[in-house]
C-alpha cells in the first residue's frame, strides 16, 4: 500500500503550549487527507478533512481554532494543537486518500501520541 | 446518524481455526467498506476492502458484503498468534469520501 509518515512520533508538551504535527505522503500525491484522534480504548474519531489549496472541513463538535490544518502541498498536511491541555492529549492519526481505478481507499500513518502535562 | 456497528469482543479462536468478525452499517448509501487490522499502540493498517455484494479473497483473508442486510464480515482462516489484533470495520458515507469507524473488535488467538 501508499507510505504515509508522521513527524513527530510521540510529544511531551506543557499546558498551554502549540504542537505541530506533520502528516506526509511519501511516493505518491495526495490532494485529500484525513485527521483522526483515537483516545484509549476507543475508535478512531474523525476530526477534518484536509484539501490540498483550500481550508480544511472539520467535523461537529471540532474547534477550527484550536486544531489549525494547513495542507499547503500534495504531499504534505500539518495539524497544530493550539494553547493544548491534557485533555487534548490522544493518539492523532492522519490518512491520506488514494484513487487508483476503481479504488478509493486510505493509508494510515504511523500515529502521533500527544502527552499535554 | 451514520454508524457501523461491531462487537467489541474479544472473540477468542483457536490456532489454526477461522475467526469470523462481523459488522453492520446504517447508511443504505454507503458502497465502499473496509477491514482496519490495529495493534496496541500503532495505527491502523487497511487489510481488506470491498465494493461489492458477494465475497472477496486475499490469502487467508475474505471479506463479505451483503448490501440488502447492510453486513459486512471478515473470514480469518488459520489463525495465527500475531493475528491478534483488534479489527475496524469502516463505511465510507456521504460524498465527501469520509470514512467513519467501527468501535473495533478484539480478537485473540490462543496458541
Known amino acids: 500500500g501508499a507510505v504515509v509518515s508522521q513527524h513527530p512520533s510521540w510529544v511531551i508538551c506543557k499546558s498551554g503550549t502549540s504542537v505541530k504535527i506533520e502528516c506526509r505522503s511519501l511516493?505518491?500525491?495526495?490532494?485529500?487527507m484525513f485527521w483522526y484522534r483515537q483516545f484509549p480504548k476507543q475508535s478512531l474519531m474523525l476530526m477534518a478533512t484536509s484539501n490540498e489549496g483550500s481550508k480544511a472541513t472539520y467535523e461537529q463538535g471540532v474547534e477550527k481554532d484550536k486544531f489549525l490544518i494547513n495542507h499547503a502541498s500534495l504531499t504534505l498536511s500539518t495539524l497544530t494543537v493550539t494553547s493544548a491541555h491534557p485533555e487534548d492529549s490522544s493518539f492523532y492519526i492522519c490518512?491520506?486518500?488514494?484513487?487508483?481505478?476503481?479504488?478509493?481507499?486510505?493509508?494510515f500513518g504511523p500515529g502521533t501520541r500527544l502527552t499535554v502535562l | 446518524q451514520k454508524e457501523v456497528e461491531q462487537n467489541s469482543g474479544p472473540l477468542s479462536v483457536p490456532e489454526g481455526a477461522i475467526a469470523s468478525l462481523n459488522c453492520t452499517y446504517s447508511d443504505r448509501g454507503s458502497q465502499s467498506f473496509f477491514w482496519y487490522r490495529q495493534y496496541s499502540g500503532k495505527s491502523p493498517e487497511l487489510i481488506m476492502s470491498i465494493y461489492s455484494n458477494g465475497d472477496k479473497e486475499d490469502g487467508r483473508f475474505t471479506a463479505q458484503l451483503n448490501k440488502a442486510s447492510q453486513y459486512v464480515s471478515l473470514l480469518i482462516r488459520d489463525s495465527q498468534p500475531s493475528d491478534s489484533a483488534t479489527y475496524l470495520c469502516a463505511a465510507r458515507v456521504g460524498r465527501d469520501d469520509k470514512i467513519i469507524f467501527g468501535k473495533g473488535t478484539r480478537l485473540h488467538i490462543l496458541p
Open positions: 490518512s491520506a486518500r488514494v484513487v487508483m481505478g476503481l479504488a478509493n481507499e486510505q493509508f
Open positions: 511516493d505518491f500525491q495526495a490532494t485529500t
